[in-house]
């Protein structure tokens, strides 16, 4: 498998560290990449998280952007100055830091949920209630009917 895949919950620590599914850290290292790239997630109470390959997606986005546009600059400050750089230890953690604890309310445990070429961390009471709603708009997809709550 080359992407992010399944959903794993892990306890953070007493010293605010959590371990990244085993899965996950294997395709961080054959990414290439020895931590990890983490941003508030633009539309959810979640992280995005990952490599290299997160970086390639972002800067194929924003190239369907000119350059100097307002565009471009909007896109590329919400995922570039909101980023944080998180190293990896020995053991597989990562330490959170309080903006990223913010966002998605996270307090003592994280739920790791693979999306392919990304990975998103939530705290897990509101990633139950949003995969609700992704799996039920997802049905209406696959159904080819416009999803309740869009435009």
Same mark, same amino acid.
């Given at each position: 498998?080359?992407?992010?895949?399944?959903?794993?919950?892990?306890?953070?620590?007493?010293?605010?560290?959590?371990?990244?599914?085993?899965?996950?850290?294997?395709?961080?290292?054959?990414?290439?990449?020895?931590?990890?790239?983490?941003?508030?997630?633009?539309?959810?109470e979640a992280v995005?998280?990952?490599?290299?390959?997160?970086?390639?997606?972002?800067?194929?986005? @924003? /190239?369907?952007?000119a350059p100097f &546009?307002? %565009? #471009?600059?909007? @896109? /590329?400050?919400?995922?570039?100055? &909101?980023? %944080? #750089?998180?190293?990896?230890?020995?053991?597989?953690?990562?330490?959170?830091?309080?903006?990223?604890?913010?966002?998605?309310?996270?307090?003592?445990?994280?739920?790791?949920?693979?999306?392919?070429?990304?990975?998103?961390?939530?705290?897990?009471?509101?990633?139950?209630?949003?995969?609700?709603?992704?799996?039920?708009?997802?049905?209406?997809?696959?159904?080819?009917?416009k999803p309740e709550?869009?435009?």
């Amino acid at each position: 498998m080359n992407g992010f895949v399944s959903r794993v919950t892990n306890r953070i620590d007493r010293k605010g560290r959590v371990s990244i599914p085993a899965p996950f850290r294997q395709v961080l290292a054959r990414d290439g990449y020895e931590g990890l790239y983490c941003y508030p997630s633009i539309d959810m109470e979640a992280v995005d998280c990952g490599g290299n390959q997160l970086l390639a997606e972002i800067e194929r986005n @924003l /190239s369907r952007y000119a350059p100097f &546009s307002e %565009d #471009h600059d909007l @896109l /590329s400050t919400a995922f570039y100055s &909101s980023s %944080d #750089h998180l190293t990896i230890d020995s053991e597989g953690r990562i330490g959170l830091t309080p903006k990223l604890l913010e966002v998605t309310g996270i307090t003592s445990e994280v739920t790791f949920v693979g999306q392919g070429y990304k990975f998103q961390i939530w705290e897990p009471t509101r990633f139950a209630t949003y995969e609700l709603t992704a799996r039920e708009r997802a049905r209406a997809l696959r159904r080819g009917l416009k999803p309740e709550g869009t435009a």
